[in-house]
């Protein structure tokens, strides 16, 4: 069971958000910056996400009636401008994902600071709002991005495997909304087998995956939990990949009782339960420890 699950809007007995990480090539540039004449498998396989992959999963979700959160580098919507578009033009939220698809905790405290505002920036351009939710690239979230986001505004972030159900980030900097991820619903670990990405899986048929998400589902629309997926285009925007993710939807809409919705409307749902006082999720105090515990101390030193 779930302790403390939220009330869903109209009733609902679970929360269900689709998301997407729409990388693009932009990991490419990263990855092989100088040599990426040397890297067309690679980019070919990336490209797929906004040429071919995103008119697609927008065409689907838009049929079933269900809205979708893509996360967006900046130099994605440089990049693909039109794919970003059709995203917007379906009534998607865009939210902020980097903008080369850094590792945060792999840059400096201003480096952060100048990605989320220039990735906001340009979310911004295209929109007509900055974006008000946050996934880390590689889910490499640090303490000093979390105070970022409360610095910048934002609502919510979305990079935890934290629990079942949303929940606060309290800092010295202010509180953010955590929207945790199941941590077997990423589409990498089931469909991605690449000498390119030097990322070797046991690729799944379409119908195994779909029964672990499935299953991920069931048990979350059992105890009023919230089930968020966290998809690629250019990995599960493929046809047979498609055709099964409409299948999994299918299945959730029998179920009933299911409010689809954006991270951003589940977070705005959150944030007036607290401020009504119908509802208050766990918050986690942040940092949960100091650099370093006394009882490490001793780690990486020499030995006599």
Same mark, same amino acid.
């Given at each position: 069971?779930?302790?403390?699950?939220?009330?869903?809007?109209?009733?609902?007995?679970?929360?269900?958000?689709?998301?997407?990480?729409?990388?693009?090539?932009?990991?490419?540039?990263?990855?092989?910056?100088?040599?990426?004449?040397?890297? *067309?498998?690679?980019?070919a396989?990336?490209?797929?996400?906004?040429?071919?992959a995103?008119p697609?999963?927008?065409? +689907?979700?838009?049929?079933?009636?269900?809205?979708?959160?893509?996360?967006?580098?900046?130099?994605?919507?440089?990049?693909?401008?039109?794919?970003?578009?059709?995203? +917007?033009?379906?009534g998607?939220?865009?939210?902020?994902?980097?903008y080369?698809?850094?590792?945060?905790?792999?840059?400096t405290?201003?480096?952060?600071?100048?990605?989320?505002?220039?990735?906001?920036? *340009?979310?911004? /351009?295209?929109?007509?709002?900055r974006?008000?939710?946050?996934?880390?690239?590689?889910? @490499?979230?640090?303490q000093?991005?979390?105070?970022?986001?409360i610095?910048? @505004?934002?609502?919510?972030?979305?990079?935890?495997?934290?629990d079942?159900?949303?929940?606060?980030?309290?800092?010295d /900097?202010g509180?953010?909304?955590? *929207?945790?991820?199941?941590?077997?619903?990423?589409?990498?670990?089931?469909?991605?087998?690449?000498?390119a990405?030097?990322?070797?899986?046991?690729?799944?048929?379409?119908?195994?995956?779909?029964?672990?998400?499935?299953?991920?589902?069931?048990?979350?629309?059992?105890? &009023?939990?919230?089930?968020?997926?966290?998809?690629?285009?250019?990995?599960? &925007?493929?046809?047979?990949?498609?055709?099964?993710?409409?299948l999994?939807?299918?299945?959730?809409?029998?179920? @009933?009782?299911v409010?689809?919705?954006?991270?951003?409307?589940i977070?705005?749902?959150?944030? &007036?339960?607290?401020?009504? &006082?119908?509802w208050?999720?766990?918050?986690?105090?942040?940092?949960?420890?100091?650099?370093?515990?006394p009882?490490?101390?001793?780690? @990486?030193?020499?030995?006599?």
């Open positions: 069971m779930i302790i403390n699950a939220p009330p869903w809007p109209n009733g609902a007995r679970a929360a269900v958000a689709f998301s997407f990480d729409m990388d693009a090539d932009s990991v490419v540039q990263v990855s092989a910056a100088g040599r990426l004449d040397h890297e *067309l498998h690679a980019l396989y990336m490209r797929y996400d906004p040429v071919v995103v697609r999963l927008t065409a +689907l979700f838009r049929s079933l009636g269900v809205p979708v959160t893509y996360f967006v580098p900046g130099w994605v919507v440089e990049r693909y401008p039109k794919a970003v578009e059709t995203v +917007l033009a379906a998607n939220e865009v939210a902020h994902h980097g080369l698809h850094e590792w945060p905790t792999k840059q405290l201003e480096q952060q600071r100048e990605t989320l505002e220039k990735g906001s920036a *340009l979310i911004e /351009s295209i929109s007509g709002q974006p008000r939710g946050y996934r880390a690239p590689y889910y @490499g979230v640090s000093q991005t979390i105070d970022l986001l610095e910048q @505004g934002f609502a919510y972030e979305s990079s935890l495997f934290a079942d159900i949303p929940i606060v980030l309290q800092t /900097s509180s953010l909304i955590e *929207l945790p991820i199941p941590d077997s619903v990423d589409d990498y670990n089931q469909f991605v087998s690449s000498r990405f030097d990322y070797l899986m046991t690729v799944s048929a379409p119908e195994r995956a779909m029964t672990v998400f499935r299953a991920e589902f069931d048990a979350i629309h059992e105890m &009023g939990g919230l089930w968020i997926g966290v998809w690629h285009p250019a990995v599960s &925007g493929r046809p047979a990949r498609a055709h099964a993710m409409r999994l939807i299918e299945h959730m809409q029998a179920k @009933g009782d409010w689809f919705a954006t991270h951003e409307q977070a705005d749902h959150v944030t &007036g339960l607290m401020q009504r &006082g119908e208050q999720p766990r918050v986690e105090n942040l940092p949960w420890y100091p650099n370093q515990l009882e490490t101390r001793h780690l @990486g030193k020499k030995q006599d």
